[in-house]
Protein backbone atom coordinates (compact mmCIF):
# COMPACT_ATOMS: atom_id res chain seq x y z
CA UNK A 1 0.00 0.00 0.00
CA UNK A 2 2.81 2.30 0.87
CA UNK A 3 4.16 1.60 -2.56
CA UNK A 4 1.60 3.75 -4.27
CA UNK A 5 0.26 6.48 -1.55
CA UNK A 6 2.51 9.07 -3.58
CA UNK A 7 0.99 8.57 -6.92
CA UNK A 8 -2.45 7.83 -5.09
CA UNK A 9 -1.76 11.20 -3.36
CA UNK A 10 -1.05 12.75 -7.09
CA UNK A 11 -4.34 15.36 -6.69
CA UNK A 12 -3.33 16.83 -3.25
CA UNK A 13 0.13 16.99 -4.28
CA UNK A 14 -0.36 19.10 -7.32
CA UNK A 15 -2.63 21.20 -5.51
CA UNK A 16 -1.64 22.24 -1.78
CA UNK A 17 2.14 22.12 -0.66
CA UNK A 18 2.25 19.27 1.69
CA UNK A 19 5.39 17.02 2.71
CA UNK A 20 5.45 13.94 0.62
CA UNK A 21 6.80 11.78 3.10
CA UNK A 22 3.46 12.13 5.20
CA UNK A 23 1.76 9.52 2.45
CA UNK A 24 3.82 7.05 2.54
CA UNK A 25 4.52 7.00 6.34
CA UNK A 26 0.64 7.10 7.37
CA UNK A 27 0.57 3.83 5.24
CA UNK A 28 3.18 2.02 7.75
CA UNK A 29 1.81 3.71 10.97
CA UNK A 30 -1.92 2.56 9.88
CA UNK A 31 -0.24 -1.30 8.65
CA UNK A 32 0.98 -0.75 12.44
CA UNK A 33 -2.02 -0.11 13.79
CA UNK A 34 -3.60 -3.62 12.64
CA UNK A 35 -1.11 -5.33 13.53
CA UNK A 36 -1.53 -4.22 16.66
CA UNK A 37 -5.17 -5.48 16.58
CA UNK A 38 -3.90 -8.33 15.14
CA UNK A 39 -1.67 -9.29 18.02
CA UNK A 40 -4.44 -8.74 20.50
CA UNK A 41 -6.10 -11.66 18.34
CA UNK A 42 -3.29 -13.93 18.57
CA UNK A 43 -3.35 -12.65 22.36
CA UNK A 44 -6.65 -14.44 23.03
CA UNK A 45 -5.44 -17.35 20.68
CA UNK A 46 -2.63 -17.93 23.38
CA UNK A 47 -4.87 -17.68 26.47
CA UNK A 48 -7.75 -19.96 25.13
CA UNK A 49 -4.64 -22.49 23.49
CA UNK A 50 -2.88 -22.57 26.94
CA UNK A 51 -0.22 -21.50 25.39
CA UNK A 52 2.71 -20.86 27.85
CA UNK A 53 3.15 -17.02 28.65
CA UNK A 54 7.09 -16.02 29.25
CA UNK A 55 7.76 -12.84 30.94
CA UNK A 56 10.12 -12.02 28.13
CA UNK A 57 6.90 -11.68 26.14
CA UNK A 58 6.67 -8.07 27.45
CA UNK A 59 9.47 -7.13 25.73
CA UNK A 60 7.55 -7.58 22.43
CA UNK A 61 7.56 -3.98 21.83
CA UNK A 62 10.91 -3.75 21.03
CA UNK A 63 11.09 -5.97 17.81
CA UNK A 64 8.28 -3.92 16.49
CA UNK A 65 9.86 -0.61 16.93
CA UNK A 66 12.65 -1.85 14.86
CA UNK A 67 10.78 -3.49 12.46
CA UNK A 68 8.59 -0.29 12.33
CA UNK A 69 12.18 1.30 11.08
CA UNK A 70 13.03 -1.22 8.33
CA UNK A 71 9.65 -1.12 7.09
CA UNK A 72 9.42 2.66 6.43
CA UNK A 73 12.86 2.58 5.21
CA UNK A 74 11.65 0.20 2.62
CA UNK A 75 8.27 1.72 2.08
CA UNK A 76 9.96 5.62 1.85
CA UNK A 77 12.40 4.11 -0.72
CA UNK A 78 9.97 2.13 -2.77
CA UNK A 79 7.35 5.01 -3.14
CA UNK A 80 10.18 7.39 -4.63
CA UNK A 81 10.90 4.54 -6.68
CA UNK A 82 7.62 3.59 -8.04
CA UNK A 83 6.82 7.78 -9.02
CA UNK A 84 9.55 6.81 -11.20
CA UNK A 85 9.06 3.24 -12.28
CA UNK A 86 5.43 2.08 -12.34
CA UNK A 87 6.06 -1.35 -12.74
CA UNK A 88 7.63 -1.33 -9.45
CA UNK A 89 4.39 -2.29 -7.71
CA UNK A 90 4.18 -5.76 -10.18
CA UNK A 91 8.11 -6.49 -9.15
CA UNK A 92 7.81 -5.98 -5.84
CA UNK A 93 5.10 -8.78 -5.40
CA UNK A 94 7.34 -11.16 -6.87
CA UNK A 95 10.53 -10.19 -5.02
CA UNK A 96 8.03 -10.24 -1.56
CA UNK A 97 7.31 -13.76 -2.11
CA UNK A 98 10.58 -14.96 -2.88
CA UNK A 99 11.52 -13.26 0.00
CA UNK A 100 8.91 -15.06 1.88
CA UNK A 101 10.46 -18.17 0.97
CA UNK A 102 13.89 -17.52 1.62
CA UNK A 103 13.55 -16.93 5.22
CA UNK A 104 13.08 -19.77 7.65
CA UNK A 105 8.79 -19.12 8.55
CA UNK A 106 7.61 -22.67 7.70
CA UNK A 107 10.82 -24.56 8.07
CA UNK A 108 13.96 -24.61 10.55
CA UNK A 109 16.70 -23.10 9.76
CA UNK A 110 18.40 -26.85 10.37
CA UNK A 111 17.28 -28.24 7.22
CA UNK A 112 19.06 -26.12 5.50
CA UNK A 113 22.95 -27.01 4.51
CA UNK A 114 25.38 -25.48 6.28
CA UNK A 115 26.65 -22.38 3.53
CA UNK A 116 22.63 -21.99 3.14
CA UNK A 117 22.87 -21.63 7.01
CA UNK A 118 25.58 -18.93 7.01
CA UNK A 119 23.82 -16.94 3.95
CA UNK A 120 20.99 -16.48 5.27
CA UNK A 121 22.80 -14.38 8.36
CA UNK A 122 22.34 -11.72 5.79
CA UNK A 123 18.52 -11.72 5.37
CA UNK A 124 17.26 -9.18 7.73
CA UNK A 125 13.53 -10.62 8.32
CA UNK A 126 15.56 -14.01 9.83
CA UNK A 127 16.84 -11.67 12.30
CA UNK A 128 13.24 -10.14 13.14
CA UNK A 129 11.90 -13.93 13.26
CA UNK A 130 14.32 -15.31 15.41
CA UNK A 131 14.19 -12.33 17.23
CA UNK A 132 10.15 -12.70 18.18
CA UNK A 133 10.28 -16.39 18.71
CA UNK A 134 12.78 -16.17 21.25
CA UNK A 135 10.73 -13.79 23.10
CA UNK A 136 7.37 -15.05 22.52
CA UNK A 137 7.74 -18.74 21.83
CA UNK A 138 10.94 -19.81 23.52
CA UNK A 139 11.20 -17.29 26.46
CA UNK A 140 14.70 -16.72 25.82
CA UNK A 141 16.37 -12.84 25.60
CA UNK A 142 18.03 -13.88 22.34
CA UNK A 143 22.25 -12.66 22.11
CA UNK A 144 23.66 -9.46 21.31
CA UNK A 145 24.34 -10.42 17.72
CA UNK A 146 20.64 -10.58 16.86
CA UNK A 147 19.76 -7.41 18.69
CA UNK A 148 22.48 -5.87 16.81
CA UNK A 149 21.81 -7.07 13.33
CA UNK A 150 17.95 -6.05 13.49
CA UNK A 151 19.02 -2.60 14.86
CA UNK A 152 21.45 -2.32 11.96
CA UNK A 153 19.03 -3.27 9.34
CA UNK A 154 16.42 -1.02 10.89
CA UNK A 155 18.29 2.07 11.04
CA UNK A 156 19.79 1.29 7.86
CA UNK A 157 16.90 0.74 6.05
CA UNK A 158 15.23 3.88 7.32
CA UNK A 159 18.34 5.86 6.53
CA UNK A 160 18.62 4.43 3.05
CA UNK A 161 14.76 5.14 2.60
CA UNK A 162 15.04 8.52 3.33
CA UNK A 163 17.78 9.54 1.34
CA UNK A 164 16.56 7.89 -1.80
CA UNK A 165 13.19 9.77 -0.92
CA UNK A 166 14.52 13.43 -0.55
CA UNK A 167 16.99 12.67 -3.79
CA UNK A 168 14.21 11.44 -5.62
CA UNK A 169 10.93 14.12 -3.97
CA UNK A 170 12.31 17.13 -6.33
CA UNK A 171 10.64 16.11 -9.60
CA UNK A 172 7.73 14.30 -8.44
CA UNK A 173 5.67 16.97 -9.67
CA UNK A 174 7.09 15.95 -13.31
CA UNK A 175 5.97 12.22 -13.36
CA UNK A 176 2.49 12.48 -10.89
Given at each position: ??????????????????????F?L?????S??????????????????????Y?????????L??L??FC???V?????????F???????????????Y??????????????????????????????????V??????????W??????????L?F?????KK?????????
Open positions: MGMMSVLGSASLIKKVYIPKYIPSRVVSFVTMGFSLAAVLLVMIFTRSPFWTILLFWAPLLFLSGILALSALTVYRDMQYLFSIVTLAWMATPLFYPLEQLPPFAQQLMKFNPMYHYINLFRNLMYGNIPGPNTIACTVAGVGMAGLWVFLQRNFILYI
